[in-house]
T-cell receptor, first 115, second 113 residues
Framework: NAGVTQTPKFRVLKTGQSMTLLCAQDMNHEYMYWYRQDPGMGLRLIHYSVGEGTTAKGEVPDGYNVSRLKKQNFLLGLESAAPSQTSVYFC??????????????FGNGTRLTVT | GNSVTQMEGPVTLSEEAFLTINCTYTATGYPSLFWYVQYPGEGLQLLLKATKADDKGSNKGFEATYRKETTSFHLEKGSVQVSDSAVYFCACISSGSARQLTFGSGTQLTVLP
């Protein structure tokens, strides 16, 4: 019963490097999300997807791109990493939208450091 | 947009002490309210929820009551355990067009034996 799996768990990048974070869910959920968690700021939504082939911007989308080519996968890309993108990134999924009967299921996070 | 304000942490308590973590919100429409918990090294898990005014959400001995008049959703537990040590996040979602879950900044709770 894997739920939501994020890879990698840790990564260190140099400024200007690129990388892709992978999120996979095995619950057949339609909705998937990428959040970043920073000290004192809670979780902020980066991008989200309401179904295969669709994506939308969240609260803090700048510097990130996403793709949802398969229903079970949601990729988060950093084309040119910056120190301001040092954070813990969480992927989440849900069966339907954010309503009260469809809670978010979170992965265990990816800790990214950009030097 | 919506906003959620939680009491500043960290909070340190002795085992069996009473816990209150304050949460207030600003939201459009008629929001649903949530508490999520994050144990060390893990993602967030839904702890409890309330969908309308005066509803009380409860789970694992934790409770929170949706107070529309004070726009609050304070988390309480009568007797905390060491295993309750975690970060607690209050969150809300508006019934308006945005429908994005807004989180508070989180409150770190440490329970000492």
């Amino acid at each position: 019963n894997a739920g939501v799996t994020q890879t990698p768990k840790f990564r260190v990048l140099k400024t200007g490097q690129s990388m892709t974070l992978l999120c996979a869910q095995d619950m057949n959920h339609e909705y998937m999300y990428w959040y970043r968690q920073d000290p004192g700021m809670g979780l902020r939504l980066i991008h989200y997807s309401v179904g295969e082939g669709t994506t939308a911007k969240g609260e803090v989308p700048d510097g990130y791109n996403v793709s949802r080519l398969k229903k079970q996968n949601f990729l988060l890309g950093l084309e040119s990493a910056a120190p301001s993108q040092t954070s813990v990134y969480f992927c989440a999924s849900s069966y339907s939208s954010w309503d009260s009967n469809s809670p978010l299921h979170f992965g265990n996070g990816t800790r990214l450091t950009v030097t | 947009g919506n906003s959620v304000t939680q009491m500043e942490g960290p909070v340190t308590l002795s085992e069996e002490a009473f816990l209150t973590i304050n949460c207030t919100y600003t939201a459009t429409g008629y929001p649903s309210l949530f508490w999520y918990v994050q144990y060390p090294g893990e993602g967030l898990q839904l702890l409890l929820k309330a969908t309308k005014a005066d509803d009380k959400g409860s789970n694992k001995g934790f409770e929170a009551t949706y107070r529309k008049e004070t726009t609050s959703f304070h988390l309480e537990k009568g007797s905390v355990q060491v295993s309750d040590s975690a970060v607690y996040f209050c969150a809300c979602i508006s019934s308006g067009s945005a429908r994005q879950l807004t989180f508070g900044s989180g409150t770190q709770l440490t329970v000492l034996p």
